[in-house]
C-alpha cells in the first residue's frame, strides 16, 4: 500500500503528536505515570524488621504467641482474673450481671454541713442515687451508722420518698428516739438530713445493696437480706456453736 502526498502529511501529523506526549525512559524507573517514591521503598523494606510504623512486623519465632501492641512490638498476654469484689465497671477483673451478691457507690460525698433552726440540712439536689432498699452506710461526726432504707408510696405505686434513720427528728413526740443522730430524707426536691438544730456536722453516706437469685431458678421467694440480718445469722450461728461446745 502506498500514500498518497496527503496521505503522508497526515501520518506526520500523527507522529508529531505522539511525540509530544512521550515519557523519556530514566536508569531504574519503568515507563509510568506514577513513581514509586524512596519513602514507600523504605516502608517495604522495614515491613518484618519491626521498625516501620503502620505495618505489621514478624511475629515468629520468639514473638510465636504474642499480640501486637499499638506501638508496633510484640507484647504477652495480659492475665486477668475475674474479681467478685471489683465494684468499678470500668476494671477489667469486674463481673457484670452477677446472680447475687453486694453492690455500694457513694450516695452523699463527705462534707461538711449545717442544720438550721429546724434541724434540717440540704445535702444533695440530686435524689436518683437513693436506692429504694437496702442499707445506708453513713458516716457522722467521724462514727459509721447503718440505717435501713424505706421507701414510701402513694396508692397507685409511685416513688414519694425515702427515708432512713432517726424518725424521731421529723416527727418529735410521735416516734420513738432509735438513737441514730440523724434522719436522712430523699424526695423530688433532693436529699436532707434532720439532725440537732443549729449545729455543724460533717457527713458522708454509701448505699449498700445486696442480690439475691431470681426466685425462678431456685423455686421460692427470697426477699433481698440486708448485711445486718447476715451479721445477725452468722452470730447466731456462732453462739449455737459455743453453746454446743459447752
Do not use: C
Not at 46 to 68: H, I, K, M, N
Not at 79 to 103: C, L, Y
Not at 144 to 156: F, G, Q, V
Not at 220 to 236: Q, V, Y
Amino acid at each position: 500500500m502506498q500514500l498518497d502526498e496527503q496521505g503522508l502529511r497526515i501520518l506526520v501529523r500523527w507522529l508529531l503528536e505522539q511525540l509530544e506526549t512521550k515519557v523519556d525512559a530514566e536508569a531504574g524507573r519503568g515507563l509510568t505515570d506514577e513513581n514509586f517514591s524512596e519513602a514507600y521503598r523504605a516502608l517495604l523494606d522495614g515491613a518484618y524488621s519491626g521498625a516501620a510504623p503502620g505495618l505489621v512486623p514478624d511475629g515468629r519465632g520468639a514473638a510465636a504467641g504474642t499480640y501486637l501492641r499499638v506501638d508496633g512490638a510484640w507484647a504477652d498476654a495480659p492475665v486477668i482474673q475475674s474479681d467478685w469484689e471489683e465494684a468499678s465497671a470500668n476494671d477489667p477483673a469486674f463481673i457484670r450481671n452477677k446472680p447475687f451478691g453486694r453492690t455500694e457507690w457513694t450516695v452523699i460525698p463527705s462534707q461538711t454541713v449545717a442544720t438550721d433552726a429546724a434541724g434540717m440540712a440540704m445535702v444533695s439536689g440530686d435524689p436518683g442515687g437513693m436506692p429504694e432498699g437496702g442499707e445506708l452506710l453513713v458516716t457522722f461526726d467521724g462514727i459509721s451508722h447503718t440505717l435501713i432504707l424505706d421507701a414510701e408510696y402513694t396508692d397507685s405505686g409511685e416513688l414519694v420518698r425515702i427515708t432512713a434513720g432517726n424518725r424521731y427528728f421529723e416527727t418529735g413526740q410521735y416516734a420513738d428516739d432509735t438513737g441514730e443522730p440523724l434522719m436522712i430524707l430523699a424526695d423530688a426536691e433532693g436529699i436532707r438530713i434532720l439532725s440537732d438544730a443549729g449545729h455543724v456536722h460533717t457527713l458522708s453516706a454509701d448505699a449498700t445493696l445486696v442480690h439475691t437469685l431470681d426466685p425462678q431458678w431456685v423455686g421460692i421467694e427470697m426477699d433481698p437480706i440486708t448485711t445486718t440480718e447476715i451479721d445477725r445469722l452468722f452470730a447466731e450461728a456462732a453462739d449455737h456453736m459455743e453453746g454446743m461446745d459447752g
